[in-house]
């Protein structure tokens, strides 16, 4: 049976490189992969790019509306798609991540998600959510904090200052940019945790 897969880890993890690499991967033995990344994420455009300085164009670019089936099945039949590979899936929306695992169980196709668990304030983005609540695999990758200690949080950067509040989305680049941190500089440099509450 085909599975639905979440490979999440803070920034700079290699999320992006692992990606290109598993789809390279599946080219290389002459089976067709379909590379998906939603829209909301502008940094690259229409392409999965690593910063190691390897790039893909994309095979469809998601909208929040968009149907993940429904998109997969306008780009080419089921039936001719070995493997679907989601970069920054944190964005795709709770239904999109639903139709994933579908497409995965009843399809027979394997859908491998990467991407953020959680934002700069903690918390949870609801594409990681879902993804942490039905994936059948869920392997963390890691990365290191300037420190050295295994970094698991995305701290944001605004006007050379440390932030805590604001949009849960500022795409890397153009309004913020981030750095990956352990739990002691986490707390050092950008303040306390805060639950959200109910």
């Known amino acids: 049976m085909a599975k639905l897969y979440f490979r999440y880890g803070a920034m700079n993890s290699s ?13 290389e033995r002459d ?4 590379l998906v990344k ?7 455009g229409q392409f999965v790019s690593s910063r190691i300085g390897v790039e893909r164009r994309v095979d469809i670019l998601l909208g929040p509306d968009d149907s993940f089936l429904d998109a997969l ?5 089921l039936d001719q798609i070995d493997a679907v590979f989601v970069d920054e899936a944190q964005f795709l929306t709770p239904s999109q991540v639903d139709e994933a695992f579908m497409v995965a169980v009843t399809r027979g196709v394997p859908v491998l998600c990467y991407g953020l668990r959680g934002d700069f304030m903690t918390r949870s983005f609801p594409g990681s ?25 995305n701290a944001r950067i605004v006007g050379g200052a440390f932030v805590s509040h604001g949009a849960q ?19 050092e440099k950008v303040g ?5 509450n109910n």
């Open 38 to 44: 939603p829209g909301i994420d502008t940094k690259a």
């Open 15 to 27: 999320k992006s490189a692992l990606l290109l690499t598993a789809a390279y991967n599946y080219e």
């Open 192 to 196: 306390p945790l805060t639950a959200v």
């Open 73 to 77: 099945e306008l780009h080419r039949p």
């Open 169 to 187: 989305v500022a795409i890397d680049g153009q309004q913020a940019t981030y750095e990956s941190l352990c739990g002691r500089c986490y707390l």
């Open 129 to 153: 959510l879902r993804l942490m609540e039905i994936a059948h695999s869920i392997e963390e990758l890691k990365t290191i904090c300037r420190c050295g200690s295994k970094a698991i949080f």
């Open 31 to 34: 089976q067709h992969p379909v």
